[in-house]
């Protein structure tokens, strides 16, 4: 494979990847379940906390499958579309997702923190140290109530793995997703740093 045809698959591969990333579940369920945008509830992020925090269990929930199940599509769209590129159509497609999630065209950038949609293609590209990366993140969250510090944990843990286990391009690909998720969950580190950020489970219980 040439050079210039293994560019333009990571590009289609990149590309693909975030149009499905463009999907934003939360929007749908917000739509469907109280008739608003997920933007007009609670902290206006479309994304799985929020809506479970204010829509309830199922909804949360609902938000959190269809995140899934888009990455999981765009990474085997991706599969499909460039199989000369193996499991770095994977690492493409997914990261696409990702950034689409993050800033979708069709609402002027403002999308979710892609928490969900980052577990779910590390987990698919690293299956079992992802699921590591994952669940070391999931512990800092129950053990601190903070969302934002498993969130960023499981982006930074990711980039070592994926450089030992694929090389250099799948290391610097996962930093840039450690990069974004360190820059969508920054506002959240510094309310931490200032004992400003509520803790997801305490309010769960609180408000439940």
């Known amino acids: 494979m040439s050079w210039g045809h293994a560019v333009f698959l990571r590009g289609l591969c990149l590309a693909a990847g975030y149009l ?26 479309p994304g799985m906390a929020n809506i479970m925090t204010h829509l309830g269990k199922r909804a949360g929930f609902l938000v ?13 769209f991706c599969w499909q579309a460039a199989p000369e590129l193996g499991l770095t159509a994977l690492l493409y497609g997914g990261f696409g997702a990702v950034v689409g999630h993050n ?12 928490v969900a949609v980052s577990c779910a293609w590390v987990i698919l590209y690293l ?12 512990i800092a969250v129950l053990l601190t109530g903070y969302l934002p510090l498993g969130a ?11 450089w030992v286990q694929y ?26 740093r200032r004992g400003e950020e509520p803790r997801f489970f305490q309010h769960r219980h609180n408000s439940g």
């Not at 269809?66 to 599509?73: E, Q, S």
């Not at 800033?103 to 892609?114: D, L, N, T």
Request: hydrophobic share 50%.
């Open 64 to 76: 959190l499958a269809g995140d899934v199940l888009k990455t999981a599509a765009a990474c085997w």
């Open 20 to 45: 499905f990333g463009c999907f934003l579940t939360a929007e749908v369920v917000a739509r469907c379940t109280a008739g608003v945008s997920a933007r007009d509830i609670g902290t206006g992020n």
């Open 103 to 114: 800033w979708p065209f069709w609402c002027r950038g403002h999308g979710g923190k892609g």
């Open 152 to 162: 960023v944990l499981i982006a930074a843990l990711a980039v070592p793995i994926a």
């Open 127 to 138: 299956p079992i140290t992802g699921v590591l990366c994952c669940l070391a993140g999931g």
């Open 167 to 192: 090389g250099t391009e799948s290391g610097l690909v996962m930093a840039a997703s450690a990069l974004i998720m360190l820059s969508r969950h920054w506002p959240g580190l510094q309310r931490i």
